[in-house]
Nanobody, 124 residues
Framework: EVQLQASGGGLVQSGGSLRLSCVAS????????IGWFRQAPGKEREGVSC????????VYVDSVKGRFTISSDKAKTTVYLQMDNLKPEDTAVYYC?????????????????WGQGTLVTVSS
């Protein structure tokens, strides 16, 4: 059984920092990506950033570049999202997932397993 356990969300003031963590287990993909989506109130879920087991890091949301940093442990089964200089527009439920492929258009579709969300609230 694939399990993803996310933690680290909370309430923070604008300009503050949070670090999200996600531990994934039970998956058997040889080539995979592990990372984070987010869904803000009233908006569609969007892919934020992921790490590929073969090709390194990908960041998909321009607004977080330079502020969010994704990293993982050596085994690439635990992924972290360091979020600095947070803004109110970063408020969302953040979901970690593991996908049987390399980021891109397929990430978040078939062959994707999801963890429970963790709420990040940034106050102005």
């Amino acid at each position: 059984e694939v399990q993803l356990q996310a933690s680290g969300g909370g309430l923070v003031q604008s300009g503050g920092s949070l670090r999200l963590s996600c531990v994934a287990s039970g998956f058997t993909f040889n080539d995979y990506s592990i990372g984070w989506f987010r869904q803000a109130p009233g908006k569609e879920r969007e892919g934020v950033s992921c790490i590929s087991s073969s090709y390194g890091e990908f960041v998909y949301v321009d607004s977080v570049k330079g502020r969010f940093t994704i990293s993982s442990d050596k085994a690439k089964t635990t992924v972290y999202l360091q979020m600095d200089n947070l803004k109110p527009e970063d408020t969302a439920v953040y979901y970690c997932n593991v996908y049987g492929g390399t980021g891109g258009k397929g990430w978040g579709g078939d062959r994707t397993y999801w963890g429970q969300g963790t709420l990040v609230t940034v106050s102005s």
